[in-house]
C-alpha cells in the first residue's frame, strides 16, 4: 500500500512538473534561471568574505603576538642586564630579585612563542583557504558572466521563435479562412478550358471516325467528282462555241 501512495505520489509530481514546465514563459525562467545564479553568486562571495575575514583576523593576530614576543624577550635582557649589574655592585637581593623578574619574562615569553606557533599554523591553513576562496569566487563569477551571454544568446533565439510561430500561425489562417469568392481562379478557369478542349477533341474524334461520318466523306466524294465533270462539260461548250464564232468572222 506504501509503495502504492509512493508511486503515485511520484507520478503525480512528474505530472504537475511537466505541465508547469509546458505553460511556463520561457522568458520568466531565464530570467528566474539567471537571479538564481545572482543569489548563488552573492552566497558563495559571503562565504569567501567570511574565510577570507578570517585570515586577516588571524594575521593581526600573528601580529601582535610577533610584537608581544619581541617585547617580552627585550624585557628578559634588560632584567637579566639589570641582575647583572646589581651583581657587578655585589647586591645579590637586588640581582636575585632582577634574576626572577627575567624568568617570569621568559616562561611568559615561552607561553606566547607557543601561542605564536599555533597563530602561524591557524594562518597558513587560512591563507590557504582564502586563496581558494577567491579561486571560487571568480571561477563562479565567470560562470554568471557566461550565464548572462547565455540569457541574451536564448532570448534571441526566443523572439525568433515566437516571430516563426507568428508567421505560421498566420500562414494557417490564411490557408485555413480564406475569403469565399463567386469569381473563379485563373488556375480553376485554366482547368475548365482544358476539360472543354479536351471533351470537344473526344467528340471530334468519335464524329470523324464513325460510319455516318465515312459515308458523309463517300458522298461528299462523289458530288466533287460530279461538279468537276460539269464544270468539264461546260468548259467544253464555251470553248467550242467560242472557236466557232471566231471561225465564222473569218
Given at each position: 500500500?506504501?509503495?502504492?501512495?509512493?508511486?503515485?505520489?511520484?507520478?503525480?509530481?512528474?505530472?504537475?512538473?511537466?505541465?508547469?514546465?509546458?505553460?511556463?514563459?520561457?522568458?520568466?525562467?531565464?530570467?528566474?534561471?539567471?537571479?538564481?545564479?545572482?543569489?548563488?553568486?552573492?552566497?558563495?562571495?559571503d562565504?569567501?568574505?567570511?574565510?577570507?575575514?578570517?585570515?586577516?583576523?588571524?594575521?593581526?593576530?600573528l601580529?601582535?603576538?610577533?610584537?608581544?614576543?619581541?617585547?617580552?624577550?627585550?624585557?628578559?635582557s634588560?632584567?637579566?642586564?639589570?641582575?647583572?649589574?646589581?651583581?657587578?655592585?655585589?647586591?645579590?637581593?637586588?640581582?636575585?630579585?632582577?634574576?626572577?623578574?627575567?624568568?617570569?619574562?621568559?616562561?611568559?615569553?615561552?607561553?606566547?612563542?607557543?601561542?605564536a606557533?599555533?597563530?602561524?599554523?591557524?594562518?597558513?591553513?587560512?591563507?590557504?583557504?582564502?586563496?581558494?576562496?577567491?579561486?571560487?569566487?571568480?571561477?563562479?563569477?565567470?560562470?554568471?558572466?557566461?550565464?548572462?551571454?547565455?540569457?541574451?544568446?536564448l532570448?534571441?533565439?526566443?523572439?525568433a521563435?515566437?516571430?516563426?510561430?507568428?508567421?505560421a500561425?498566420?500562414?494557417?489562417?490564411?490557408?485555413?479562412?480564406?475569403?469565399?469568392?463567386?469569381?473563379?481562379?485563373?488556375?480553376?478557369?485554366?482547368?475548365?478550358?482544358?476539360?472543354?478542349?479536351?471533351?470537344?477533341?473526344?467528340r471530334?474524334?468519335?464524329?470523324?471516325?464513325?460510319?455516318?461520318?465515312?459515308?458523309?466523306?463517300?458522298?461528299?466524294?462523289?458530288?466533287?467528282?460530279?461538279?468537276?465533270?460539269i464544270?468539264?462539260?461546260?468548259?467544253?461548250?464555251?470553248?467550242?462555241?467560242?472557236?466557232e464564232?471566231?471561225?465564222?468572222?473569218?
Amino acid at each position: 500500500m506504501f509503495r502504492l501512495i509512493a508511486r503515485t505520489w511520484h507520478y503525480a509530481v512528474a505530472f504537475l512538473t511537466g505541465t508547469l514546465d509546458t505553460l511556463a514563459d520561457p522568458r520568466v525562467q531565464i530570467e528566474q534561471a539567471i537571479e538564481d545564479a545572482k543569489r548563488q553568486h552573492a552566497a558563495l562571495s559571503d562565504q569567501a568574505a567570511a574565510v577570507i575575514g578570517n585570515q586577516r583576523e588571524l594575521q593581526l593576530k600573528l601580529t601582535r603576538t610577533v610584537t608581544e614576543l619581541e617585547r617580552l624577550r627585550a624585557s628578559a635582557s634588560q632584567a637579566l642586564l639589570l641582575a647583572e649589574d646589581a651583581r657587578t655592585k655585589g647586591d645579590t637581593d637586588k640581582a636575585a630579585a632582577h634574576e626572577r623578574t627575567a624568568r617570569l619574562f621568559a616562561m611568559q615569553l615561552a607561553t606566547v612563542e607557543s601561542s605564536a606557533a599555533d597563530l602561524h599554523e591557524l594562518h597558513g591553513r587560512a591563507a590557504a583557504a582564502a586563496k581558494a576562496a577567491k579561486g571560487a569566487v571568480e571561477h563562479n563569477a565567470y560562470l554568471v558572466q557566461r550565464q548572462l551571454a547565455e540569457r541574451s544568446k536564448l532570448l534571441t533565439e526566443l523572439e525568433a521563435a515566437k516571430m516563426q510561430e507568428r508567421v505560421a500561425s498566420a500562414l494557417q489562417r490564411i490557408g485555413t479562412f480564406a475569403p469565399a469568392t463567386d469569381v473563379p481562379s485563373l488556375q480553376e478557369i485554366r482547368e475548365k478550358i482544358d476539360q472543354r478542349i479536351a471533351r470537344s477533341q473526344g467528340r471530334y474524334e468519335i464524329a470523324t471516325e464513325g460510319v455516318d461520318a465515312r459515308i458523309l466523306d463517300v458522298e461528299h466524294a462523289l458530288v466533287d467528282a460530279r461538279g468537276d465533270q460539269i464544270l468539264d462539260e461546260i468548259r467544253q461548250k464555251v470553248l467550242g462555241s467560242a472557236n466557232e464564232s471566231s471561225g465564222g468572222r473569218k
